[in-house]
T-cell receptor
Framework: EAGVAQSPRYKIIEKRQSVAFWCNPI?????LYWYQQILGQGPKLLIQ????????DSQLPKDRFSAERLKGVDSTLKIQPAKLEDSAVYLCASSLDQDRYNSPLHFGNGTRLTVT | GESVGLHLPTLSVQEGDNSIINCAYS??????FIWYKQESGKGPQFIIDIRSNMDKRQGQRVTVLLNKTVKHLSLQIAATQPGDSAVYFC???????????FGKGTKLTVNP
């Protein structure tokens, strides 16, 4: 099966600019996640969607970050305006459903964001 | 100055040796644990999982051990190969919540 697709692969922007990341999950996967991974750390969940509804966005900095999953398939994550501390890899993951025991997360290769 | 977060715990082993990667978790309510492997430039890849009603689970060349008394998890890799070189993360699911929380990771280097 095709994996989780993410684009762009790399992005360099200046602080206060805006940026958007795109994710196409594995076909048929109802649950989609966005994680932020700062260099040298484990991924941190930003937002979780079940189909096109938000399940958990408690760790999303909503003053600057937004995400949507129109039609319950593709998703975009936006940062506006970006700060230096947003430099990280943004990982998208998907799973078949919310059954944590039988629906492992499949991760894309991420978008590496550098804010200067 | 440098960030403490940049200094991943590291483990260096010779090809063919067994590797043991350790992880301590903090929440006694966590009841599901997963090990992920992350190669450079790639996303984390599922290796093996274990539920809290078990203390050992085996996969192909990998074994996960869970000690709930001391809140400790370990990943054992048998006959380590150069392709096993990566950063390994343990992740815990905190009882009842769907949120997966990742640990800091251990960098494994396999020397030929």
């Amino acid at each position: 099966e095709a994996g989780v697709a993410q684009s762009p692969r790399y992005k360099i922007i200046e602080k206060r600019q805006s940026v958007a990341f795109w994710c196409n999950p594995i076909s048929g996967h109802a649950t989609l996640y966005w994680y932020q991974q700062i260099l040298g750390q484990g991924p941190k969940l930003l937002i979780q969607f079940q189909n096109n509804g938000v399940v958990d966005d408690s760790q999303l900095p909503k003053d600057r970050f937004s995400a949507e999953r129109l039609k319950g398939v593709d998703s975009t994550l936006k940062i506006q305006p970006a700060k230096l501390e947003d430099s990280a890899v943004y990982l998208c993951a998907s799973s078949l459903d919310q059954d944590r025991y039988n629906s492992p997360l499949h991760f894309g290769n991420g978008t590496r964001l550098t804010v200067t | 100055g440098e960030s403490v977060g940049l200094h991943l715990p590291t483990l260096s082993v010779q090809e063919g040796d067994n590797s043991i990667i350790n992880c301590a978790y903090s929440n006694s309510a966590s009841d599901y644990f997963i090990w992920y492997k992350q190669e450079s430039g790639k996303g984390p890849q599922f290796i093996i999982d274990i539920r809290s009603n078990m203390d050992k689970r085996q996969g192909q060349r990998v074994t996960v051990l869970l000690n709930k008394t001391v809140k400790h998890l370990s990943l054992q890799i048998a006959a380590t190969q150069p392709g096993d070189s990566a950063v390994y993360f343990c992740a815990e699911n905190r009882g009842g919540s769907e949120k997966l929380v990742f640990g800091k990771g251990t960098k494994l280097t396999v020397n030929p």
